[in-house]
C-alpha cells in the first residue's frame, strides 16, 4: 500500500536552533513529494516540493528539505527555527496521474519552538 | 487561502440534517477535491473532481455527495447517513503542469462541522 510516514507527532526545539521535520514515504515509482504547514483553524499552506533533480529544495519561508533516495525520505528542514514556524506539518507524496486518488499524506507533525 | 474561498468557517448540524460546504476557487484549475481532517488522522480524501460534470469518490465517500456544475465551484454535502460528521473539511483544487504533470494542491481556510 501506498504511504507516508511521519514518525513524529510531535516537535520541540529552541528558538534560534535548527529544526528537522521527518519524513519517510512508500509509494510506487518515483513520487513528487510535497512539505505543506498548517496553522490552527486554518487550511494548508504549501512550502515546497520536490519533482527531479537537486536533492535538496528551498521553499517558503526559508524552509528547505533534503530528497533521499536510498532512504526514501523528504526530511524538512530550516536553520534556525523562529517561534512564528510553530504549527502542524504535513508530507504529502505525489504518484503521477492515474486517475485516481495519487496524493498520499503524512499523519502530521506539531513543531513547537520554544521562545 | 489566497484564490479558495470556504464558507462558512462553522457550521451546525443538528441530527439528521443535511448541509452544504461551499468551496470556490478563481485560480481556474480544472481538479477539485474535499478532504476531511481528524485530529491524529491526516488528511483523508472524500472526492475529487478532474473536469466539469465529472467526479470521483475517494477513500471515505460514504454519506457525502458533491456537484460539479461549474469549473469555479465544487460543493459538498455532508448527509444525514454520515454519523460522524464532526470534522474539519478542507477543499483543494490544483492544475496539472505542463512538464511532468506535477500537481500542486492549494488549500482553502477549512469548514469545521459540529453536531448539535
Known amino acids: 500500500a501506498q504511504s507516508v510516514a511521519q514518525p513524529e507527532d510531535q516537535v520541540n526545539v529552541a528558538e534560534g536552533n535548527p529544526l528537522t521535520v521527518k519524513c519517510t514515504y512508500s509509494v510506487s515509482g518515483n513520487p513528487y513529494l510535497f512539505w505543506y504547514v498548517q496553522y490552527p483553524n486554518r487550511g494548508l499552506q504549501f512550502l515546497l516540493k520536490y519533482i527531479t533533480g537537486d536533492n535538496l529544495v528551498k521553499g517558503s519561508y526559508g524552509f528547505e528539505a533534503e530528497f533521499n533516495k536510498s532512504q526514501t525520505s523528504f526530511h524538512l528542514k530550516k536553520p534556525s527555527a523562529l517561534v512564528s514556524d510553530s504549527a502542524l506539518y504535513f508530507c504529502?507524496?505525489?504518484?503521477?496521474?492515474?486517475?485516481?486518488?495519487?496524493?498520499?499524506f503524512g499523519t502530521g507533525t506539531r513543531l513547537t519552538v520554544i521562545p | 487561502d489566497g484564490g479558495i474561498t470556504q464558507s462558512p468557517k462553522y457550521l451546525f448540524r443538528k441530527e439528521g440534517q443535511n448541509v452544504t460546504l461551499s468551496c470556490e476557487q478563481n485560480?481556474?484549475?480544472?481538479?477539485m477535491y474535499w478532504y476531511r481532517q481528524d485530529p491524529g488522522q491526516g488528511l483523508r480524501l472524500i472526492y475529487y473532481s478532474q473536469i466539469v460534470n465529472d467526479f470521483q469518490k475517494g477513500d471515505i465517500a460514504e454519506g457525502y455527495s458533491v456537484s460539479r456544475e461549474k469549473k469555479e465551484s465544487f460543493p459538498l454535502t455532508v448527509t444525514s447517513a454520515q454519523k460522524n460528521p464532526t470534522a474539519f473539511y478542507l477543499c483543494?483544487?490544483?492544475?496539472?503542469?505542463?512538464?511532468?504533470?506535477?500537481?500542486?494542491?492549494?488549500f482553502g481556510p477549512g469548514t469545521r462541522l459540529l453536531v448539535l
Open positions: 483543494a483544487s490544483s492544475n496539472p503542469q505542463a512538464v511532468q504533470g506535477v500537481e500542486t494542491q492549494y
Open positions: 485560480l481556474n484549475h480544472d481538479a
Open positions: 504529502a507524496a505525489q504518484t503521477p496521474r492515474t486517475g485516481a486518488n495519487n496524493l498520499f
